[in-house]
C-alpha cells in the first residue's frame, strides 16, 4: 500500500509489523530445526518406516518454499529504502512462502492421519509412496490446511488487535494502530465465522475415517441415531459413560458429525478397546477450542461495532479484554492440535504403525531427557520471544 499511495503510515505499519513478524520468523525456524533433531533422537522407528513418503515432501518444502522465504526474508532485511518496489515485492514473496511451508508440512502431517497412495514394502518394515500425487489430493489434507492456516490467521488478527488495544489504552491513538485495528478486526471476523462453519463438515470428514476420535470429541459411548449434543457434560473413561449429562438438545451430535439429525454414530464402546485415544484429554480440548471460537466471534464482533460507532477509544473494558486476549487463540489452536493428534493414538501413522513401535530403540530414559532438554530449549526460546516482542510493542509509542 505504502509502494502505491506513499501514505507514511502504511510503511509505518509495514516496518512496525515486519519487525514483530521478522522475531516470531528467526525463532520459528530455530524451533523447527530442533524437531528435525527430534525424529532422529525419539523416533528412529517412525522415521525409517516413513522416509520414503516423508522425505519427498519434505524436500519439496525445502527446495520450494524455504529457500523462496529465506532468500526475500535476507532482501527485506538488507534492501535499502528506497528500494520500496523490492522490498513489497520480497515481503509478498515472504507471506507466499511460509504459506506454502505449511502446506508440505500438512501433506506430511496428512498422510500420517490418513494414509494414501503408498504400498506396504513386502517385509512390512515400511511404507513405500506409489503416487506422489494422491499424497497432494489427499481430502485430510486440504480439511487440515484450510482450517490451520485460518487459526493462524485469526490468531494474527487477534495479536495485532490486543496489541492495538494496549496502546489505545496508553492514549495512543494514532493512524497506523487505527489502520492496524481496523484491518485486524474484520480479519478476526472473517475468520471467526468461517471456522466453525468449515469445522463442522471438518468434524464429519474426520469421523467417517477416524471414528475412535469422532466419537471422542463429544464423548458418544453407545451407538445411537439422533444422538444429543450435552451442554454440561463430564466423560468418564473409567466407566465407559458419562458421570454427568444436562440439558441434552435432541439430535445435535448427530448432526455436527454425520450431516443429519438422525445419522448413527459409532460409539466408543463399541469400538476396539486397545484403540481408543484418550478419551477426556481430546474431549476437553474439542469443547475448549469450540468455546474459544463462539468467544472470538463475539469479541470481534463487538470490535468492529465499538469501531463503527466511534467508541472503541474509550471502551477501557473492551481494550482490556482485547489485551488479555491475546494467549486465547495461542491456546484454542493447541487444543485443536491436542484432538488432532493425540485423538488419532494409539496410531503414529493411522492404521499402520502403532506409537509405541515408532520410538527409537533406546532406553526410555534417554527418550526422557532428551525430551526434557528439547522442552527446556523451547521453553527458553519462547521467554525469548515473548520478551522481544513485548519489547518491540511497548517501545512502539511514536511508531517510526
Ligand atoms: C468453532 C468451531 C470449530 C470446529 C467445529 C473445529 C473443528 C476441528 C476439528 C474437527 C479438528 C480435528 C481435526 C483432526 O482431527 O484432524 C480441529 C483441529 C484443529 N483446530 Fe479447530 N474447530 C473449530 C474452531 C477452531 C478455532 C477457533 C481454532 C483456532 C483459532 C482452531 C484451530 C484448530 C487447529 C490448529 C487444529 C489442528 C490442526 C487441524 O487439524 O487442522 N479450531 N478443529
Not at 121 to 146: C, E, P, Q, R
Not at 186 to 206: D, E, F, M, R, S
Not at 315 to 335: E, F, G, Q, R, V
Amino acid at each position: 500500500m505504502y509502494y502505491k499511495n506513499k501514505d507514511e503510515n502504511w510503511r509505518k505499519m509495514a516496518d512496525f509489523w515486519g519487525r514483530i513478524f521478522k522475531i516470531n520468523f528467526a525463532i520459528g525456524l530455530v524451533s523447527g530445526l530442533t524437531l528435525t533433531f527430534q525424529l532422529g533422537t525419539n523416533w528412529g522407528a517412525y522415521a525409517e518406516f516413513m522416509g520414503d513418503v516423508f522425505g519427498p515432501p519434505l524436500a519439496v518444502e525445502a527446495l520450494l518454499a524455504f529457500f523462496l522465504e529465506g532468500t526475500f526474508f535476507g532482501a527485506w532485511i538488507f534492501l535499502n529504502r528506497d528500494r520500496q518496489k523490492l522490498k513489497a515485492f520480497s515481503m509478498w514473496m515472504v507471506a507466499l512462502g511460509t504459506n506454502i511451508s505449511s502446506l508440505w508440512i500438512i501433506i506430511a502431517n496428512g498422510f500420517m492421519q490418513h494414509p494414501v497412495g503408498y504400498n506396504m514394502a513386502a517385509d512390512g518394515s515400511k511404507v513405500v509412496m506409489t503416487d506422489f500425487l494422491a499424497l497432494i489430493t489427499n481430502g485430510y489434507v486440504w480439511y487440515m490446511m484450510v482450517h490451520t492456516l485460518l487459526a493462524a490467521y485469526l490468531l494474527t488478527a487477534f495479536l495485532m488487535m490486543g496489541i492495538c488495544a494496549y496502546h489505545f489504552l496508553k492514549g495512543n491513538n494514532n493512524e497506523v494502530f487505527k489502520k492496524s485495528f481496523s484491518i485486524a478486526v474484520a480479519i478476526a471476523l472473517v475468520t471467526a465465522v468461517v471456522l466453525p462453519v468449515l469445522g463442522h463438515g471438518y468434524a464429519q470428514y474426520v469421523t467417517e475415517l477416524q471414528p475412535a476420535k469422532g466419537a471422542a470429541m463429544d464423548a458418544i459411548w453407545e451407538t445411537g441415531s439422533g444422538e444429543p449434543m450435552y451442554l454440561i457434560q463430564i466423560p468418564d473413561s473409567s466407566t465407559g459413560s458419562n458421570s454427568v449429562q444436562l440439558l441434552g438438545i435432541p439430535g445435535l451430535a448427530s448432526f455436527l458429525y454425520t450431516g443429519s439429525f438422525s445419522g448413527t454414530i459409532t460409539g466408543l464402546n463399541q469400538l476396539p478397546h486397545d484403540e481408543l485415544p484418550p478419551v477426556e484429554m481430546i474431549f476437553w480440548s474439542f469443547r475448549l477450542m469450540t468455546i474459544l471460537g463462539s468467544l472470538f466471534i463475539i469479541e470481534a464482533l463487538l470490535g468492529l461495532y465499538l469501531q463503527k460507532s466511534g467508541k472503541l477509544y474509550t471502551s477501557d473494558k473492551y481494550l482490556k479484554l482485547m489485551m488479555w486476549s491475546i494467549p486465547l487463540p495461542y491456546i484454542s489452536i493447541t487444543a485443536g492440535w491436542i484432538v488432532a493428534e493425540v485423538g488419532r493414538q494409539p496410531w503414529i501413522v493411522y492404521g499402520l504403525l502403532k506409537t509405541a513401535n515408532g520410538i527409537s530403540s533406546v532406553p526410555i530414559s534417554d527418550v526422557l531427557l532428551s525430551i526434557t532438554l528439547i522442552s527446556a530449549f523451547y521453553l527458553i526460546l519462547m521467554i525469548f520471544e515473548i520478551y522481544l516482542i513485548k519489547k518491540t510493542v511497548v517501545n512502539a509509542t511514536g511508531v517510526e
